[in-house]
């Protein structure tokens, strides 16, 4: 594999981090008649692997990014994420007013890379 630069590690391993969070958190209001001890284990076990991603990915990325930086990031991916999850996993239908809600909040998240 060749040296990818640290912004795209980072960013890539963010991304996966997220969709393991996103699959802990989310992932068992399909499955509503297990029991919520079930639920509360495989989602746990799930979000280990969550662990493994995040943590490498906020060491690789600090100092590119300062810590700020990487949370605005991490949130954002997780916004796209969730949204990408709720419409293809969930089923929830895309609405106009979440796209709009979420484009402001990335606009917000843009002034935290600006530099005066």
């Given at each position: 594999?060749p040296n ?10 963010l991304i ?26 495989v989602s ?73």
């Amino acid at each position: 594999m060749p040296n990818l630069p640290i912004s795209v590690t980072t960013i890539g391993l963010l991304i996966a981090s997220n969709i393991f969070m996103t699959f802990a958190w989310y992932g068992h209001l399909k499955f509503k008649t297990e029991k919520l001890w079930v639920v509360i284990l495989v989602s746990w076990g799930i979000a280990f692997f969550e662990y493994c991603l995040m943590v490498p990915a906020n060491r690789i990325g600090y100092g590119t990014f300062n810590a700020v930086q990487l949370k605005t990031i991490q949130e954002v991916i997780t916004l796209t994420v969730f949204v990408a999850f709720s419409v293809w996993y969930l089923g929830e239908p895309l609405k106009w007013t979440t796209v709009i809600g979420f484009t402001l909040i990335a606009a917000g998240a843009a002034f935290i890379f600006y530099k005066p």
